[in-house]
């Protein structure tokens, strides 16, 4: 987990909330994404970025958000509009993003988001 | 399309026992593998990847894996399992079809070691 921070570690959400989800690494990767795990479905991708200032949606985008204004701050939003957001979020980053490398993608520790 | 499979849900043995966890894909073109492990409530650590070489490559904690190209396989390996093993184990395949680095995981394995 080392270098990348996730908070908060459990979070809880009334329906019809936004919350945000804070990620953020100190290994000065280019690369950052954002994964939804829910058991026995292994880890879904929701948005990724390769750069800063862009992002793209993932496998399952919709009822999410995410800005890339700094290099090192991935920050997810779940909307009112996410049905089913009960999930343990993780964030992950790699050195480029790209499929020309080898790079390795390190993930943070987990964030659990329970809707009330 | 390319996708990753993991055939077992759960995998017991015990201490002191080998172990094999395992992961069979389907890409395009040359893939790129990894197997990563996930303790309770944890994020994901990363074990070990095979890139291109020989086929036997060895990770963290004492896990190796071994690459199968005529059996589209990549199995976790451990000559001799310790309790704390014990844990949810995924396997991954870069996706080659678009030019990021995304990666397409198995549904998991969880691996229980039995004293």
């Known amino acids: 987990d080392g270098g990348i921070t996730q908070s908060p570690k459990y979070l809880f959400r009334k329906e019809g909330q936004n919350v945000t989800l804070s990620c953020e690494q100190n290994l000065n990767h280019d690369a950052m994404y954002w994964y939804r795990q829910d058991p026995g479905q292994g880890l879904r991708l929701i948005y990724y970025s390769q750069i800063v200032n862009d992002f793209q949606k993932g496998d399952i985008a919709e009822g999410y958000s995410v800005s890339r204004e700094k290099k090192e701050s991935f920050p997810l939003t779940v909307t009112s509009a996410q049905k089913n957001p009960t999930a343990f979020y993780l964030c992950?980053?790699?050195?480029?993003?790209?499929?020309?490398?080898?790079?390795?993608?390190?993930f943070g520790p987990g964030t659990r988001l329970t809707v009330l | 399309a390319q996708s990753v499979a993991q055939p077992e849900d759960q995998v017991n043995v015990a201490e002191g026992n080998p172990l094999t966890v395992k992961c069979t894909y389907s890409?395009?073109?040359?893939?790129?593998l990894f197997w990563y492990v996930q303790y309770p409530n944890r994020g994901l650590q990363f074990l070990l990847k095979?890139?291109?070489?020989?086929?036997l490559v060895k990770g963290s904690y004492g896990f190796e894996a071994e690459f199968n190209k005529s059996q589209t396989s990549f199995h976790l390996k451990k000559p001799s399992a310790l309790v704390s093993d014990s844990a949810l184990y995924f396997c991954a395949v870069r996706d080659e079809s678009s030019n990021t680095g995304k990666l397409i995981f198995g549904q998991g394995t969880t691996l229980q070691v039995k004293p």
């Open positions: 095979y890139i291109t070489g020989d086929n």
């Open positions: 992950a980053s790699s050195i480029t993003g790209t499929k020309y490398g080898t790079d390795t993608q390190y």
């Open positions: 890409v395009s073109g040359n893939p790129y």
